[in-house]
């Protein structure tokens, strides 16, 4: 059982990136999938969550440029993140939490973390 982030990367400045979450050994039915990401020097905060029902949340200060989506298979989950500033320069990482129907902000409640994929926004 894992999480597979991938999609980050390198881009300028009001770019965009779609961010992927794959699940492996099992599927996302019934659980609370979330965007975490972690700034050099900085503490991992919450940024998007889907809850178990397929409610969406979203860190205030993103909210407009950010999306984040289910496949209808429940497999993947995705991220598009627009308009990118450099202060979005970070480790994303995806984790799910079984059937939590808010955006869960305690990092330990969570059951499974992906690895993380970088996302670098310089120009």
């Known amino acids: 059982v894992q999480l597979v982030e991938s999609g980050g990367g390198s881009v300028q400045p009001g770019g965009s990136l779609t961010l992927s979450c794959a699940a492996s050994g099992f599927t996302f039915h019934d659980y609370s999938i979330a965007w975490f990401r972690q700034a050099p020097g900085k503490e991992r905060e919450g940024v998007a969550s889907l809850g178990h029902d397929g409610t969406p949340y979203y860190k205030d200060t993103m909210k407009g440029r950010l999306t984040i989506s289910i496949d209808g298979d429940k497999i993947t989950v995705y991220l598009r993140m627009n308009n990118l500033h450099p202060d979005d320069t970070a480790v994303y990482y995806c984790?799910?939490?079984?059937?939590?129907?808010?955006?869960?902000?305690?990092?330990?409640?969570?059951?499974?973390w992906g690895q993380g994929t970088q996302v670098t926004v310089s120009s």
């Open positions: 984790a799910a939490i079984w059937r939590y129907a808010l955006f869960c902000y305690s990092m330990d409640s969570y059951d499974h």
